[in-house]
């Protein structure tokens, strides 16, 4: 089946202008998550998402970020105002979401490669 | 503060080589753990993963890992290495014991096989 994809591959943007990154989880995965992948900082998490509960947000560096989940599935990532130092690759992954504790495996996106000039 | 170690930035390794990449995890309590891979030009992918019983697990391509829960270590290993295993290599954590579920990543080793 599918695994999970994200939009757009690639992104350059300009410095202050707001981006929105795209995350299609695996279908029937309920739980979804946001990391980053930078120089020096290796794997971060961002951003979790479990059903109609409210989101993790634990991991968001600055409240420029945000992200929203529609019906489940889709989610997006926003950065406003970006910085120079939000250039990363941003990946999204899913997982069964059978709740806290359980044997959950955590499937990778592809990532979202930004570039703030 | 809670963390995972991954003790070698950068390995060279000819063809054939046995491989050990280590990994540390400072986490207290029932940990779930695992190795994703990244090939060059491609997305993180599952190697292994450990969640309880035989602590050696064995994953694709003929790795496999050793949970030492007296060390805190999950350390991977391969007989022979191949060329293909050219990667950046992940260890990661998931310390139940936490609200959270997001997984913890160590800094990550990258591997060149030489042929």
Same mark, same amino acid.
């Given at each position: 089946?599918? @695994?999970?994809? &994200?939009? *757009?591959?690639?992104?350059?943007?300009?410095?202050?202008?707001?981006?929105?990154?795209?995350?299609?989880? $695996?279908?029937?995965?309920?739980?979804?998550?946001?990391?980053?992948?930078?120089?020096?900082?290796?794997?971060?998490? #961002? $951003?979790?998402? &479990?059903?109609?509960? +409210? *989101?993790? !947000?634990? =991991?968001?560096?600055?409240?420029?970020?945000?992200?929203?989940?529609?019906?489940?599935?889709?989610?997006?990532?926003? $950065? &406003?105002?970006?910085?120079? /130092?939000?250039? +990363?690759?941003?990946?999204?992954?899913?997982s069964l979401g059978w709740g806290w504790g359980a044997q959950e495996t955590q499937y990778f996106g592809p990532g979202t490669r930004l570039l703030v000039l | 503060a809670q963390s995972v170690s991954q003790h070698n930035h950068h390995v060279i390794l000819s063809e054939a080589a046995s491989l050990e990449l @280590?990994?540390?995890?400072?986490?207290?309590?029932?940990?779930?753990?695992?190795?994703?891979? &990244?090939? *060059? =030009?491609?997305?993180?992918?599952?190697?292994? !993963?450990?969640?309880?019983?035989?602590?050696?697990?064995?994953?694709?391509? @003929?790795?496999?890992?050793?949970? $030492?829960?007296?060390?805190?270590?999950?350390?991977?290993?391969? *007989? %022979?290495?191949?060329? %293909?295993?050219?990667? /950046?290599?992940?260890? +990661?954590?998931?310390? #139940? %014991?936490?609200?959270?579920?997001?997984?913890?990543?160590?800094?990550?080793?990258? #591997?060149?096989?030489?042929?």
């Amino acid at each position: 089946g599918a @695994g999970v994809s &994200q939009s *757009p591959s690639n992104k350059v943007t300009e410095k202050g202008k707001d981006v929105e990154l795209r995350c299609d989880p $695996i279908s029937g995965h309920t739980a979804l998550y946001w990391y980053r992948q930078s120089l020096g900082q290796g794997l971060e998490f #961002l $951003i979790y998402f &479990q059903g109609n509960s +409210a *989101p993790d !947000k634990s =991991g968001l560096p600055s409240d420029r970020f945000s992200a929203e989940r529609t019906g489940g599935s889709v989610s997006t990532l926003t $950065i &406003q105002r970006t910085q120079q /130092e939000d250039s +990363a690759v941003y990946l999204c992954a899913s997982s069964l979401g059978w709740g806290w504790g359980a044997q959950e495996t955590q499937y990778f996106g592809p990532g979202t490669r930004l570039l703030v000039l | 503060a809670q963390s995972v170690s991954q003790h070698n930035h950068h390995v060279i390794l000819s063809e054939a080589a046995s491989l050990e990449l @280590g990994c540390n995890y400072s986490y207290g309590g029932t940990v779930n753990l695992f190795w994703y891979v &990244q090939y *060059p =030009g491609q997305h993180l992918q599952l190697l292994l !993963k450990y969640f309880s019983g035989d602590p050696l697990v064995k994953g694709i391509k @003929g790795f496999e890992a050793e949970f $030492i829960k007296s060390k805190f270590s999950f350390n991977l290993r391969k *007989p %022979s290495v191949q060329w %293909s295993d050219t990667a /950046e290599y992940f260890c +990661a954590v998931n310390p #139940l %014991s936490n609200s959270g579920y997001a997984l913890n990543f160590g800094k990550g080793t990258s #591997l060149l096989v030489t042929p």
